[in-house]
Structure formats: C-alpha cells, structure tokens
C-alpha cells in the first residue's frame, strides 16, 4: 500500500489525511511492488497485453508488427545474398529466388507484401527455391499467428465493458436511520442509461483494522456486510436508483456501534455492484467506498422518483442529496434491549385495567428508561423516548 501502516488501538484515528483502499471511481488504491517472480506475467501474455495502459498496447501493436516484417525481410535478403541473386542482378539466365528483389529495402517490402497479402505481383517467388518455398510458409503461419493475437488484444480491449460502468453512480454519502424500526445503513445507487444492468448483484465489505485475541494485527480485515443475501434484496432489478440498505441486527458488525462510536471508529466501506451488460453479455463491475467521515447519522435519501402521465420520472439532481430525520444515538443494540424492556413491562402491566395506585403507562415508560439509562454505557436520547412512547 502507499505508505505504512501501524497498529492502532480501538476507537483511535490515524493522524494525517486518510488513505482510501478503494478510489470513489472503483480504482484500488493498492500497488504491488518488489514482485520477485515477473515472469508469471509473461505466463500468461495475452491478460498482460489487455491489460496494458492504451498508449503502451499500440505501441506493442506496432513494434511486433514492424520486428516481424523486418526479421523476415532480413531472411529473405539473407537468402538472396547467399545464392548469389544479388550478384546476377539482370542477367535472363539466371533465374533468382524472388524476382526483382535487389536489394535489403526491396526484401523488407516483399516481406510486408508476403505477411499482410498485398501482392502487388512485381516481386514474386519462383519455384527454383526451396528455402524460400519454406520461408513463405514459415511468414504466413507466423503472420497468421500474429494477426490473432494482435486483433484479438485490440477486440478485446475495445470491448470490454470497463466504460459501462462509468455510468453506474453511488451516491456521495452513506446515512444511518430507522426503517420499519430497525436502525439501518443505507447508499444509493442508479444506473444512467437506457439498456439495462441484467442479473445485477450488490454486495458490501467493511475494511478496518482488527487486533486478535492472540495479538496479532490486521492492518486490513475485510468483513461481509449482509444487504440482502439471506432474502435475496442483493439481486437488483435496477431500472430507476435503488437504496440498499444493511440492517444492523446481531449478525451485522455495526450492531454495537453507536453513533458516537462509529464517529470515533476509523473503517471504509466498499460496495460492490456487479452485473451483465445486456447489449454484449459481459459481465460488469463498479465500486465504490464510504469512509466513516462519509456515513451520516440521522439522515435520509431525499426522493427521486416521481409519477408522471404515462411514465415514471427520475430527478438524478437530488441523486446525492439527503435530509436530516429523527433518529436514536444508541446503538442498534441499545435501542432492541428498550424495546424488549418496554414491551415487557407494558405486556405485564396492562393486562389488567390500571387500578388506583398504579403506576400509569408514562410512568412505565420513564420508568424503563431509567432503567435502560443505568444499564446502556450511552443513554438514550430525546429521539429515542419518543420513539419508545
């Protein structure tokens, strides 16, 4: 990675500006360097080739196309040479490997001639020349060769569906709110064009660092955030912006996280949306991150889809935007023990109608809160007891 990394204790923030592991664009922000064992990527050539930067793939382009005319235009004047055509340059009686080549520039056009079947027809081959009947084929299964592997670099290159995901757009903050009574991380995500995402798929990873048990530092565990794997919300029908969300149950790694705590933690989440192109097949990739500055608390999606005569209309100017909403600072822990408090004593205590003396159902609910206040490290907020009433 660019730079170091050093252990840091829970909760504490590395000083210095933050180091994303992915780029807002998708890009990973990771370089692979003192690699010992290089030739594993001339093992496999043709991903290499792909994957070289545009200016270096036409320029590999157009040196394996040059080195291959000029080395065997050097044979065929070596062949020339060594037969002595060169010296009976004219004469009718002799008659010369290739008519009409008398010289290294005419050899290395007949060679470019022969590999791209041009055939001009002033240099052609006789069938007094063995070698050279030899050499011609050599030339055209190597050109052949060649040919595949160029066109097939440059086909796939032009086509791969890197570009489709330019128009697939996450939205520039992650929020923090209560759905159906659940706290709940949720981001957006839309698709810009026309011809559709087929068989998209979400998926979300949580990077932070993790010290073991035993001592041992992970300067970058990644942990699986569920946004809908068990149910099958990861599967997108993703005509008009989506927002995912990953409910902080007991299952989630947020579950204890507060929202004081998680503006302490320092971690990044990245988002993953995958999915076939349907005007090609291929499958596509887009990525994005959250760092925790980028996760808001309180806070909703404003709405983008409105209903218009005969269709449906998507404002993708309030794409990014969001507005603030109740919601309780505890965590999402916190916040189910209240609600299993509360529903416990109201269940018990009004089952029966209240008699005098009794304590009334405000006075239950204050009643658990100061419960929940002695038991729960953060109390709960103003947000949260109305919430509970």
């Not at 036409?58 to 196309?65: G, Q, R, S």
């Not at 065997?72 to 009686?93: K, P, Q």
């Not at 806070?299 to 309030?318: A, C």
Request: charged letters at 20%; aromatic letters at 10%.
């Amino acid at each position: 990675l660019n730079g170091s990394l050093t252990a840091l204790s829970p909760g504490s923030k590395r000083p210095g500006p933050r180091q994303r592991y992915v780029q807002k664009d998708g890009k990973c922000n990771v370089h692979h360097g003192n690699v010992q064992e290089t030739y594993r990527y001339l093992s496999d050539l043709f991903t290499t080739l792909v994957d070289l930067e545009w200016h270096f793939s036409l320029l590999v382009f157009t040196l394996v196309y040059c080195v291959t005319w000029l080395f065997f235009g050097l044979l065929w004047w070596l062949i020339a040479y060594a037969r002595g055509d060169l010296g009976h340059l004219g004469e009718e009686s002799w008659t010369p490997c290739v008519e009409n080549l008398n010289s290294f520039v005419s050899a290395f056009l007949f060679s470019i001639e022969t590999e791209t079947t041009i055939g001009y027809g002033h240099r052609v081959i006789t069938d007094k020349c063995p070698e050279g009947i030899i050499l011609l084929l050599l030339q055209a299964i190597l050109g052949s060769i060649v040919n595949a592997l160029m066109v097939g670099c440059m086909f796939v290159k032009i086509s791969q569906p890197k570009k489709r995901a330019e128009t697939l757009v996450f939205s520039h903050k992650a929020v923090v709110s209560v759905r159906d009574g659940r706290l709940c991380l949720m981001f957006r995500v839309g698709d810009l064009r026309n011809s559709h995402i087929v068989e998209a798929s979400i998926r979300a990873k949580l990077i932070r660092s993790q010290q073991t048990k035993e001592g041992e530092f992970i300067p970058l565990n990644q942990t699986d955030i569920n946004v809908g794997f068990d149910t099958g919300d990861d599967r997108l029908f993703l005509v008009s912006p989506l927002t995912i969300a990953h409910e902080i149950n007991e299952r989630s790694p947020f579950w204890e996280w507060s929202q004081a705590r998680m503006e302490k933690e320092e971690f990044e989440m990245v988002v993953i949306l995958e999915g076939m192109v349907e005007a090609t097949g291929m499958t596509c990739q887009a990525r994005s991150s959250y760092l925790d500055t980028e996760v808001l608390w309180g806070y909703r999606f404003t709405p983008v889809l409105s209903l218009e005569q005969g269709f449906y209309e998507v404002d993708y100017t309030s794409f990014h935007e969001i507005y603030a909403t109740d919601t309780p600072s505890c965590s999402a822990k916190e916040l189910a023990n209240a609600h299993v408090m509360l529903s416990v004593y109201i269940t018990r205590d009004c089952r029966q109608a209240l008699e005098p003396g009794e304590m009334s159902v405000e006075g239950q609910v204050g009643h658990v809160t100061a419960h929940v206040r002695r038991v729960s490290p953060n109390p709960l907020d103003e947000g949260t007891r109305r919430e509970m009433r």
